[in-house]
């Protein structure tokens, strides 16, 4: 199975600003999912995309998802504080096994 | 439904003791999934059940880990023994199929010494 990377590793902004983070893959896939992490807790599912769609939106996320590039971004949009968590981008292979695998994450910082 | 439910929350042992993490995964849900997560390997899967039964045990690091499922509503992860390069947080996670989002436990922080 493929392991989606994030990038940047690290992200610090301003609350109100925009923050995005980016996650590359090598193989197809059949989905990929977004999760977030604050501090000593577990993950929580965010949205999920599928190989045939482009963008999705839930609240301040966006999504978007470019196969040809093999690659996905999301958006929060007029961050705060509470936005502050690890993101992990997670990946699936279209050879049959539609288990999730989980990338490093990127670490967001939201300054009040 | 309360979550996924992760007993201990915090583990600390000595090198050498067995070690045993509990799991119950929300009702209805045919999936459950045991993850390790490290600041050296991110989150890794270590296995995976569907019904109860084993499908998928390749990331299980060595014969000192072991995980059962002999119900729908309560999984296993033992190490026996433990060493130092073990401790990490160990997570549960729980889906009602495994193309859908996985909602996971609060995870263990198991500290090996």
């Known amino acids: 199975s493929q392991q989606g990377e994030e990038d940047p590793q690290a992200l610090s902004i301003q609350e109100g600003e925009n923050a995005t983070m980016n996650c590359s893959y090598k193989t197809s896939i059949n989905n990929l999912q977004w999760y977030r992490q604050n501090s000593g807790r577990g993950l929580v599912h965010l949205i999920l995309i599928r190989s045939n769609e482009r963008e999705k939106h839930s609240g301040r996320l966006r999504v978007t998802l470019d196969t040809s590039k093999k690659s996905s971004s999301l958006l929060i949009t007029a961050s705060r504080a509470a936005d502050t968590a690890s993101y992990f981008c997670a990946t699936d292979g279209s050879g049959g096994s539609y288990i999730p695998t989980f990338g490093r994450g990127t670490s967001l910082i939201v300054h009040p | 439904d309360a979550g996924v439910i992760q007993s201990p929350r915090h583990e600390v042992t000595e090198m050498g003791q067995e070690v045993t993490l509990r799991c119950k995964p929300i009702?209805?849900?045919?999936?459950l999934f045991w993850y390790r997560q490290t600041m050296m390997r991110g989150l890794e899967l270590l296995i995976y059940f569907n019904n109860n039964v084993p499908i998928d045990d390749s990331g299980m690091p060595e014969d000192r880990f072991s995980a059962k499922m002999p119900n729908a509503s309560f999984s296993t992860l033992k190490i026996q023994p433990s060493e130092p390069r073990d401790s990490a947080v160990y997570f549960c996670a729980s889906s009602p199929d495994r193309v859908y989002e996985q909602y996971f436990g609060p995870g263990t922080r198991l500290t090996v010494t």
């Open positions: 009702s209805g849900h045919d999936y």
